[in-house]
Every structure is written in structure tokens, then in C-alpha cells.
């Protein structure tokens, strides 16, 4: 898995740097995929390690080949034998999202950014804790409170898997809120 993590890291600083015109390219730095890397345990329900290593390497296969969501999603239910299609594809929308609002927190603060702010989605089935915390601004160093939990960032696994499975929400660089007329 640190492969794809690092890939995916990497792909979510490189696009932080193009949102906000910097010419310097993002590089994860490896204690940073590393301590990323080790927050990332089985939270999979009825999910024995050995499985859960399977999907890892799965989705792992997935972001080295550069594939779609629903192709990594393809790829895990390979896993559970062609048995748990909708599933695959909320375990495929949940790590890659954790790994991509990881991998933007790194860069936004590497980039120097100060401020940040929660996106929803906008969709009609963004839940209700998302939804409230949809534009809410922090200093890039501070969490955000979204269904009484601290997290730093979309995906952070730090919430419980309710405020986490199938999240689309992201975090972009904002300017300080103080300094705008």
C-alpha cells in the first residue's frame, strides 16, 4: 500500500501546486507516507487482516495503474469473488478519498497556504454533518469540526467510518478571512 499512497499523495500535492500557480513541484515527504501509511488499519466490518491485506495490495495495483474509482472498485471485488460489487465501490471512494485529503493537507501546508476550507460535494445525499460544515474556514494547522469531531481533513480517519464511508468532500486553500475586505 505505501506505493499507491505515496502515488496518490503525490498526485493530490500536484494538483494543490497547479490550483494555486506554484511552479515548485509537491514531494511527499516518506515519514509523512509513513505516518500516513500506519493510520490506515482495517476498519473494514467482518473483514478478517488477511482480506483487508488483499484489498490493500488491490487498490494499491489500482493507483499504480492510474485507474478510475470504479476500476480500483472492479479490482476489490475481485477480492471478495465477485460478491460485493457495492461495497467495492465504497471502500474504493473511502481510501482514496483518505489518501487524497491527506496528501492535500501535506501540501497545502508544505505550499505554505494558511487558511483552508471544507467543500461538500453539493450532492443531494451529502450528509448532514458535511453539509453544515461545508465552507467552514480554519487556519491550515487547526482542525475542523464536522459531527463533533476534530478532524484535519476530509477522509481523516480520525472520525468515526459514519462520518468517513463514501465521503466526496475535499479541502481547498483559502486566504486568511481576516485579511479580505
Known sequence: MRASAAHTLQTAGDQL??????????????????????????????VPTETHNRVKAAIQAGLDAGDSRDQI????????????????????????????GAGRQLAMKTAGITHKQWLSSGNTNVRPSHRSAN???????????????????PGDSKAP????????????????PTTQN
Do not use: M, W
Open 17 to 46: 501546486y497547479d490550483e494555486i500557480s506554484k511552479d515548485d513541484p509537491f514531494k511527499t515527504p516518506p515519514s509523512e507516507v509513513t505516518v500516513f501509511l500506519a493510520q490506515r488499519q482495517n476498519l473494514l466490518k467482518d
Open 73 to 100: 472498485a472492479a479490482r476489490i471485488n475481485q477480492v471478495f469473488d465477485g460478491e460485493a460489487a457495492g461495497r467495492s465501490v465504497t471502500i474504493a471512494q473511502t481510501e482514496v478519498n483518505a489518501a487524497y
Open 135 to 153: 465552507g467552514q474556514t480554519v487556519p491550515i494547522a487547526s482542525q475542523y469540526l464536522v459531527g463533533g469531531y476534530l478532524l484535519d481533513h
Open 161 to 176: 467510518p459514519h462520518e468517513t464511508i463514501n465521503c466526496h468532500c475535499v479541502s481547498i486553500p483559502v486566504e486568511d
